[in-house]
């Protein structure tokens, strides 16, 4: 049996606009009413999983939410038509209409924590979409993620789909973003890493004191509990809260591990040598590398700004790694330096290539937060729904799809315009088709 990661990820959706929701993230408040290019995201998205496929990975698409989100305009009282609810908002409670225009589900790290079936004891594949409590504009996706996942991975003898976990801060989730996994080979049983900012039961508990820690202890332990995760195979790390409170929000702006490597910066957590030697342990005997980087090399902010972290480390089918960076990471001398560095620090790490996401980074999404990782056997691929992996004919189709529907230019007045509406409703409507999800949106009920 064949073992591959796939990657899936977050088609960006028509709407994608900038209007600065994410307290916290650094990018998405400097760049807070800037005008958008939906169309150049979303390509330059496709461009980037159409790379990872052209190197031979198993890469997938998932679907965008249905925005602006009528269903939540009307849930918290707006009436009439469609126009009139989108008007009322917009004149009443622009905020609330900004947050119900998001296009955040593009970044797949945040749809959900994945386990693989060679972690949990029933020997299923675990998704349990997040609840993102911590953002409005973010609490309203669970639902929705978790219909194009059970669309996406459709078939209930490789895949288990569970519920959000409860809406309340103290079960604060950000999926993936706060999650890796460690292993040798990926069909074997690997070692989980949840990574959270606070402990909800214990104020006493080091949290920050400027900005929000999104991911809570609690929401942790809850998803290994429902993935049945064996607490051998198993750590929790505490986030350090002074970064956080430096703009690292995920700690997948600050961390990243596949397979062997663990690449994070020396200041991402707390008690550090005892959770490294507590990995060590539990990951037996396997050569096991720790990448760490020192603050004299990189510093908090060029971490930050540059997504140093957010980069994505595959392994390719030759068994080497490669480091997928944004461009950013290329005009940041430190950083630049410091890639040009790791290739030769004789670990897997030996390639570092670049792509150009600028419109997903100017609201604090990198590579990372673009993709949801998903290690599956060949079986399980076999039984994704196959209309969702990345092909020179999909690649092709959405191209198309998004240059007959996209907008090259959004500002934040736009998104009360009921054209805007049409134009997004009738791209989804086409896309489900094209991917054969079914009807996975409120407005197709
Ligand atoms: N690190 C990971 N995995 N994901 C990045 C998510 C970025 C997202 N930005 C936003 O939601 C900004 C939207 C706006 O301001 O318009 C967020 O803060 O949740």
């Keep these: 049996m064949k073992h591959f990661e ?3 990820d977050g088609l960006v959706g028509p709407t994608h606009n900038y209007a600065g929701l994410s307290f916290g993230n650094v990018a998405s ?3 807070a009413a800037a005008v958008s290019n939906p169309k150049a995201a979303a390509k330059q998205g496709l461009q980037k999983a159409k790379a990872l496929a052209d190197m031979g990975m198993v890469q997938g698409m998932l679907a965008p939410q249905e925005r602006p989100d009528l269903h939540t305009l009307r ?22 209409l900004r947050a119900c225009c998001s296009a955040s589900s593009m970044w797949t790290a945040n749809a959900a924590t994945v386990s693989p079936s060679a972690d949990c004891a029933d020997g299923k594949l675990h998704f ?6 911590d953002k409005l504009h973010r609490s309203i996706e669970p639902v929705t993620t978790g219909n194009i996942l059970a669309a996406t991975f459709n ?3 490789h895949f288990s789909h569970h519920q959000h976990l409860p809406e309340h801060a103290s079960f604060g989730d950000e999926g993936a973003a706060n999650h890796t996994r460690l292993c040798n080979e990926y069909g074997n049983k690997g070692l989980e890493l949840f990574v959270y900012g606070q402990e909800a039961t214990n104020p006493a508990a080091p949290k920050p004191s400027k900005y929000p820690a999104r991911q809570t202890l609690e929401a942790s332990q809850a998803i290994a509990r429902l993935h049945k995760l ?3 195979n198993t750590v929790y790390i505490s986030q350090n809260p002074d970064v956080i409170d ?3 929000f995920h700690n997948d702006v600050i961390a990243v591990g596949n397979q062997n490597v663990l690449f994070y910066h020396q200041q991402a957590f707390l008690n550090t040598q005892h959770k490294l030697d507590e990995i060590k342990r539990k990951f037996g005997s396997s050569e096991l590398h720790f990448i760490e980087v020192p603050t004299d090399k990189v510093g908090i902010q060029d971490a930050v700004k540059s997504y140093l972290f957010n980069t994505q480390i595959i392994t390719l ?14 005009e940041n001398e430190a950083v630049h330096a410091y890639l040009q560095e790791v290739v030769t620090l004789g670990t897997p790490i030996k390639q570092v290539h670049y792509f150009d996401v600028k419109q997903s980074m100017q609201n604090g999404g990198g590579p990372a937060c673009l993709r949801l990782r998903v290690a599956m056997n060949d079986t399980e691929v076999a039984a994704v729904n196959q209309h969702t992996l990345m092909n020179d004919v999909l690649f092709s189709e959405l191209n198309n799809w998004v240059d007959k529907h996209y907008r090259d230019r959004l500002s934040v007045d736009d998104l009360a315009d009921p054209q805007v509406l049409i134009e997004s409703r009738t791209a989804l409507d086409e896309l489900t088709q094209l991917m054969q999800l079914g009807s996975v949106y409120q407005f197709q009920k």
């Design 6 to 8: 796939a990657n899936f």
């Design 29 to 31: 408040l400097s760049n």
């Design 75 to 96: 849930r918290i009282g707006f009436t009439g038509s469609d126009a009139e609810v989108l008007n009322k908002a917009a004149k009443q409670a622009p905020a609330l």
């Design 128 to 133: 349990t979409p997040a609840n993102l409590v």
């Design 155 to 157: 078939n209930e003898k």
């Design 230 to 232: 064996d607490d051998d």
């Design 246 to 248: 430096q703009g690292v």
């Design 317 to 330: 089918p030759s068994g080497e790694m490669a480091i997928i960076a944004p461009t950013n990471c290329q």
